[in-house]
């Protein structure tokens, strides 16, 4: 198949809003390519997604600043495409940086100019054109002709769609049941959906009892156990098995054989309480001295709950036999916090001790519920206290993929004294007249510009919200904001009354 194909598919997902006609253009694109090109389907489906099968490449922005002369005639192929990625994924040690540039220039001289625009966003990550995985789940089971739901769960529990559209397409209903829990396969795990407060969140479940698990602060972990052979996954499905040895001995601690377990790793200070994310992070994200960083930065296991027990398939029983067959396994210290109850004032108790003891909120949890992972639904609900800061707008970043011609991504500055501290950046929140509206209003604005960084004059307020801060050595204010996103241009308010740093220092506390 053609990169060009994509490319045209590419061009049309852009230029719709309509998720209706989105699907229908994947669903064809997928129906092409598996009548004419069967072996390109899995990597197809994958670059529909706006991902590439080899995750990283060891090529960014950087790598791509000075590309050779686009190509006058279209060639390229989707398999060859995906083996010139390939090859980038291996290029390692002396001599790679020279390697890899060679590859990119060689692999982007054949491509022409809307093509590299196409390989420049799938290597980026921000091809942007509205067609998540969720989307092409749908296009997958439009384009085979079966079920929705068996294309999801099948997908689920693959813990990725390409295999999954690659049997759909060419085996139907019959393909995907040949998928099923593998103890040892990471499936995509069950997310949460968001409420602005406890009232929203408790009023999806009427009058029935609900588990308020206690969220915290750490990362998502999956564990698998077969025997003595224990590997953990992170929500994005990566292996970190030897990195965590304290989440390995704990489920090896457990009296059973087979278990695919759910939960969270986090580090705690002496006290108990959660220690900054970022020390999690960087603690899970690290491969080298695990021992040396076990020792200085300790992970505690919390699991919330079971998928598989001993060769026994869990996923389709409701949440609270799910919920019971794990508090019979796990110590209590091993489990996240849970309260089953259906009274909205013992709800809000539990959240405010969740919030004393320094953690994120609650989640809400249907006890009638299997586990339905890999797309937010309404049997689990998160609650987090909302945090707003009025900052001032300090640069603003070119957009790229979908938003190619605004201006994008904003830098946020706090007020301490007559000079503004950055403290991070966001270009979430932002619909498209928005993006029009700050496009004007900030090239009004603009000072000088650093390659697509346009600097402004510090005069635009905008109200941010965001889920906490960080400590940070990459911004001045030594410190950063957690998924911040925009919540509305305060025109109302002038940079001499943003908030200060004080203010935000005040809020990260001691």
Request: charged share 25%; aromatic share 6%; proline share 5%.
């Amino acid at each position: 198949m053609l990169l060009a194909d994509l490319v045209a598919a590419h061009q049309v997902l852009r230029a719709t809003r309509s998720r209706k006609a989105k699907v229908a253009a994947v669903a064809e694109v997928l129906r092409t390519a598996a009548t004419g090109f069967p072996g390109d389907v899995p990597v197809v489906t994958s670059y529909l997604t706006g991902a590439l099968p080899q995750r990283r490449t060891g090529v960014g922005w950087r790598g791509l600043g000075d590309l050779p002369a686009p190509a006058e005639c279209t060639s390229l192929e989707v398999h060859q495409v995906d083996a010139a990625f390939a090859e980038l994924a291996e290029v390692a040690g002396a001599g790679s940086q020279a390697r890899r540039a060679a590859l990119v220039a060689d692999l982007f001289g054949r491509a022409t100019a809307d093509e590299q625009t196409y390989l420049r966003g799938l290597v980026t990550g921000e091809l942007r054109q509205g067609a998540l995985d969720a989307l092409v789940v749908e296009a997958v089971a439009a384009a085979a002709e079966v079920p929705l739901a068996a294309v999801r769960r099948a997908a689920m529990l693959a813990g990725a769609t390409p295999p999954v559209a690659m049997a759909a397409l060419s085996a139907g209903v019959d393909g995907l049941e040949s998928f099923g829990l593998e103890v040892g396969r990471p499936v995509r795990p069950m997310l949460a959906s968001s409420a602005a407060d406890l009232d929203e969140a408790m009023a999806g479940f009427g009058d029935e009892p609900v588990a308020v698990d206690w969220k915290l602060d750490g990362i998502r972990v999956q564990i698998h156990r077969d025997g003595e052979v224990v590997r953990v996954f992170t929500r994005s499905l990566d292996d970190i098995t030897a990195r965590v040895p304290e989440v390995v001995e704990t489920v090896l601690a457990l009296p059973a054989t087979r278990l695919v377990l759910d939960g969270e790793a986090i580090a705690l200070d002496a006290t108990g309480r959660p220690r900054p994310f970022q020390e999690t992070g960087a603690r899970t994200a690290s491969r080298a001295d695990v021992a040396s960083l076990r020792e200085a930065v300790p992970l505690t296991t919390y699991l919330f709950d079971l998928l598989h027990l001993d060769g026994e398939d869990l996923l389709d029983l409701p949440a609270q036999q799910r919920f019971a067959r794990l508090a019979a396994l796990a110590p209590a210290a091993a489990l996240v916090p849970r309260t089953v109850t259906g009274e909205v004032e013992e709800v809000r108790a539990v959240f405010t001790d969740v919030l004393a003891a320094g953690h994120e909120g609650v989640v809400v949890k249907s006890l009638s519920a299997p586990y339905d992972a890999g797309r937010r639904g309404a049997a689990w609900v998160k609650v987090k206290p909302r945090h707003t800061l009025d900052l001032v707008v300090l640069a603003v970043e070119w957009g790229s993929g979908r938003r190619q011609g605004w201006l994008s991504n904003i830098h946020l500055g706090a007020r301490e004294g007559d000079e503004f501290v950055m403290l991070g950046k966001t270009f979430k929140g932002m619909p498209d007249e928005m993006l029009t509206w700050q496009t004007e209003r900030f090239l009004g604005l603009e000072t000088h510009r650093d390659g697509h960084i346009v600097h402004v004059r510090p005069e635009q307020v905008v109200e941010i919200a965001f889920d906490g801060l960080q400590r940070s050595t990459r911004y001045p204010g030594g410190m950063a904001l957690r998924f911040a996103r925009v919540l509305r241009y305060r025109d109302d308010k002038s940079a001499a009354e943003a908030d200060t740093l004080e203010t935000v220092r005040a809020l990260a506390g001691p």
